[in-house]
């Protein structure tokens, strides 16, 4: 998956994980921010959280078209920027009155702003990356290695942010409310990582930033492509993907209101024995390395490749069994934390996605693309409806355990979602760039 492809991709890819990061350590946080600073409830906390959302879906549509106009590369760096004073308007500590709501506002908007220009088009240059015959074929795996590099950053903001606020609460005496702030600085160094990622490896993939002319010529050499009946049947065949979709994205993004509010006020506040183990996202990528290594270990022909994978599962299996012997007691629980689940379940996951529908293609079995996405959203509903069981306890709390495996039937099936998305990138390709953006508007 990783042999063969161009270094631009790997630039790329590291540069959106910064931007991921930051973001997901904004949001990881942010409707408890709302309640515990300005006093909202979870109902007005939760309408400005989706009213956010809404313009971080919407918006690449725009930053499509003026990326149409004025290339990615622009768009990309206006975006990153945008961000960057965003995420500073949230770091901010400007009070819990009329002149915080304000920076509060205004911060949503200019980072939705900037998500339109940057997030879209920076993944329309990696699909760019892949028009020359010589990397065509290794389209698939780019992606796949681009979805995992997004679920990398998305895995530790949780546990940054969380370990942030401890930090500043504990040993330099800020109070709970200000020290929401402090995470929202970590996303503003966030965005600055990314952007010396960006422009330090900027030869990589400069020759796919597109400037007014090579869009342009972009255009007309896909317009001799496509006919306008095929170009008719493409964008309905999409709208149509995002008509269902958007069902799913809408359960999905109960991670950052419904289901965090839920573990804040519903879910037991500790943890003990081998599941608290979870709590700590080294662990968790101890667990990523041992499945990456299994994998590797049984595929690879050559036996210095296997000697490795071996190794490196002996130490993450070594290092396990280290930190479970110097577990304490019981390990207190924050509602942010639960939000790793996601992205590490995608991160570990994706190599078993791959094999399981690599297999079945093999045998000819392999699921359509919609019926992947139906079968994906009916593995969500289950996820939901599972959380509904773990309400009914002795205390009125729900267990830690039935909430981790809510998350675990949540991420399945962004697996069903993205694993194919890449081919139907491939079929669905359209000689209107805008729609490239709102295709990979996936977070």
Same mark, same amino acid.
């Given at each position: ?34 309640? =515990? *600073? ?8 939760? *309408? ?35 961000? &960057? ?66 679920? !990398? ?17 504990? @040993?330099?005496?800020? @109070? ?15 965005? !600055? ?11 990589? &993939? ?63 506040? @500790? ?11 080294? *662990? ?23 000697? !490795? ?5 002996? =130490? ?79 205390? *009125? ?26 081919? =139907? ?15 990979? @508007?996936?977070?």
């Amino acid at each position: 998956m990783f042999e063969g492809q161009p270094k631009g991709l790997y630039a790329l890819a590291l540069a959106n994980t910064g931007e991921r990061f930051g973001y997901y350590t904004m949001l990881a946080v942010f409707v408890l921010f709302l309640k =515990a *600073n300005f006093g909202l409830s979870p109902t007005v906390a939760g *309408n400005i959280y989706g009213a956010f959302l809404a313009m971080v879906y919407f918006l690449p549509f725009i930053g499509g078209i003026l990326a149409d106009k004025f290339g990615y590369g622009k768009m990309v760096t206006i975006g990153i920027v945008a961000m &960057f004073m965003g995420y500073v308007l949230l770091a901010v500590p400007a009070g819990t009155g009329t002149i915080g709501m304000i920076c509060m506002v205004g911060a949503l908007l200019v980072i939705s702003t900037g998500t339109g220009l940057f997030k879209g088009n920076l993944q329309v240059m990696v699909g760019n990356l892949y028009d020359s015959p010589e990397y065509a074929s290794r389209r698939d795996s780019a992606f796949s290695i681009f979805y995992m590099a997004i679920n !990398i950053g998305a895995l530790f903001a949780p546990s940054c942010a969380v370990g942030i606020m401890d930090y500043a609460q504990k @040993s330099l005496g800020v @109070s709970v409310n200000d020290s929401y702030h402090f995470a929202f600085g970590v996303a503003c160094v966030s965005l !600055i990582v990314s952007m010396i990622i960006y422009y330090s490896f900027r030869s990589t &993939f400069k020759h796919v930033e597109g400037g007014t002319k090579q869009v342009a010529e972009n255009k007309a050499s896909v317009a001799e492509e496509l006919s306008p009946a095929e170009t008719k049947d493409r964008i309905v065949a999409l709208c149509l993907v995002f008509a269902v979709v958007i069902f799913f994205w809408m359960a999905f993004h109960q991670n950052g209101l419904t289901l965090t509010f839920f573990a804040d006020e519903f879910t037991a506040k @500790s943890s003990s024995g081998v599941e608290s183990m979870m709590f700590t996202v080294w *662990n968790l990528v101890a667990v990523i390395f041992i499945v990456y290594a299994l994998f590797s270990l049984f595929q690879s022909k050559n036996g210095r490749t296997k000697l !490795i994978s071996g190794l490196v599962i002996l =130490a993450a299996v070594a290092f396990l069994v280290y930190r479970y012997t110097i577990l304490p007691e019981s390990t207190a629980v924050d509602a942010p934390i639960f939000q790793q689940f996601n992205p590490f379940y995608v991160v570990a996951l994706t190599p078993v996605s791959m094999g399981i529908f690599g297999w079945l293609a093999s045998k000819g079995k392999e699921p359509s693309a919609p019926r992947k996405i139906g079968l994906g959203m009916l593995v969500a509903a289950c996820g939901l409806h599972l959380l509904v069981l773990t309400i009914f306890s002795p205390d *009125n709390y729900a267990s830690v355990a039935g909430t981790i495996e809510t998350y675990l039937l949540s991420s399945l099936p962004t697996l069903k979602l993205t694993v194919p998305s890449t081919k =139907a990138k491939r079929v669905w390709s359209l000689p209107i760039p805008m729609f490239s953006p709102g295709w990979n @508007s996936v977070p």
